[in-house]
């Protein structure tokens, strides 16, 4: 099943779809007519009111399926994969964030360890074509060989959280080798976009613009040896599972990992000097962050690059998606959502 379209015959179960990611993905599989089991439980970990945005963008599709749960309760996930027998499960549901893991390790043990322990134990029993889950470019710790290659040693991990990301791919491997689950780890490097999560700098940035309140930059104010990151567009992502969907891993033990980055690093400068610049073109005024620059935190990375050539050699895709093209996506959309232009005219009246 190499590179072929998407099985609109198949049933889907996506998890953390109302999350950012699984959002658009789910969306993208609905649009083109394939039948998606989404579950998530909806936590608070940001803004529930965005979660619950997503899913009423889902809840049109008829063949679209909702299921509030927690993949950390084995028997409910046992018992949704009797019922719903998929073929494709996409897990995208975990906690996520780098700084949240030094605050409250426990969900991140409970949500991306015990929970995925849970949905590889349903691949067993229910077997699958293909199980995708979610990694992440953290994976990579402070590596210094650029760029970030599949192959390079990620055994010394600097958050919690990456950890958690290393153990699932580790999991993944034994469970393919031992049960024949063909199986694609996806390490994402920093996604963003309209509907993305407020938990991430740019959002964070922006949020802070329209309160009145300063940004705080942690990368010692060091323009010089500013931090670098591979941002990836959501569409960009969602590009790459689809194309890696169809593509079941080959060879004795069925599973892979892949890259989906931009192969691009931006200095985090450049990347707040262009978030002013879509705001400013958003708003039509001139938008300049008062900022106070800090310390590098606990656990973040100086930089990340992806390699995507195991991607295109796989799939004939790699992420194109310039950051002022996505930001400005991003910056439209949040003026929209949250009605600013509006309350701008209001407070010049
Ligand atoms: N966004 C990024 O930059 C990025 C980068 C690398 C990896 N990832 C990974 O990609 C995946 C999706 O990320 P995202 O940015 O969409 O995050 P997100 O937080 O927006 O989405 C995750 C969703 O999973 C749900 N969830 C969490 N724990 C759950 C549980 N125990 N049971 C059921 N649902 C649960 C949450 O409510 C949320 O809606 C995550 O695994 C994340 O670690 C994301």
């Known amino acids: 099943m190499n590179n072929q379209n998407l099985n609109t015959n198949n049933v889907y179960f996506v998890t953390g779809v109302a999350g950012f990611i699984g959002f658009y993905l789910s969306r993208r599989l609905l ?119 599949e192959t390079d040693f990620v055994d010394h991990p600097v958050s919690l959280y990456a950890s958690t990301k290393k153990t699932n791919e580790l999991m993944a491997h034994t469970y393919s080798h031992l049960y024949k689950i063909p199986a694609t780890g996806l390490r994402f490097f920093t996604v963003y976009g309209p509907m993305g999560r407020p938990d991430m700098a740019y959002f964070g940035f922006t949020d802070k613009y329209f309160k009145g309140e300063p940004i705080k930059i942690f990368n010692n104010g060091d323009f010089e040896n500013d931090l670098y990151r591979d941002f990836t567009y959501i569409a960009d992502i969602v590009e790459g599972i689809v194309k890696l969907i169809p ?12 890259n989906i980055g931009n192969n691009n690093p931006e200095k985090l400068m450049h990347f707040i000097t262009s978030l002013e610049k879509a705001l400013s073109n958003a708003l039509g005024k001139e938008v300049n962050f008062d900022k106070v620059f800090e310390p590098i935190k606990p656990g973040d990375v100086p930089r990340t690059f992806a390699s995507t050539e195991r991607l295109y050699q796989a799939v004939g895709f790699k992420p194109e998606t310039t950051i002022e093209e996505g930001l400005q996506q991003f910056a439209d959309w949040y003026v929209q959502y949250y009605n600013l232009l509006e309350k701008e005219e209001v407070a010049g009246n």
Not at 39 to 67: A, C, M, Q, S, W
Not at 106 to 130: K, W
Not at 249 to 257: D, N, R, S, T
Request: net charge negative.
């Open 31 to 149: 649009e083109q007519g394939c039948k998606v089991i989404g579950i998530d439980n909806v936590n608070d970990y940001y803004d529930v009111k965005l979660k619950h945005t997503r899913l009423e963008g889902l809840e049109p599709y008829e063949n679209f399926t909702f299921v509030k749960a927690d993949i950390s309760d084995k028997s409910v996930i046992d018992d949704l994969f009797a019922q719903y027998r998929p073929n494709v499960v996409v897990n995208l549901a975990a906690q996520a964030g780098v700084r949240y893991s030094i605050e409250n390790p426990d969900v991140y043990m409970q949500s991306n360890v015990i929970g995925f322990y849970n949905i590889l134990e349903a691949c067993r029993h229910y077997p699958v074509d293909h199980l995708i889950y979610a990694s992440s470019s953290s994976v990579y710790g402070a590596n210094k060989k650029v760029p970030f290659e």
């Open 247 to 258: 593509r079941t891993p080959i060879g004795a033990v069925q599973h892979e990992v892949f």
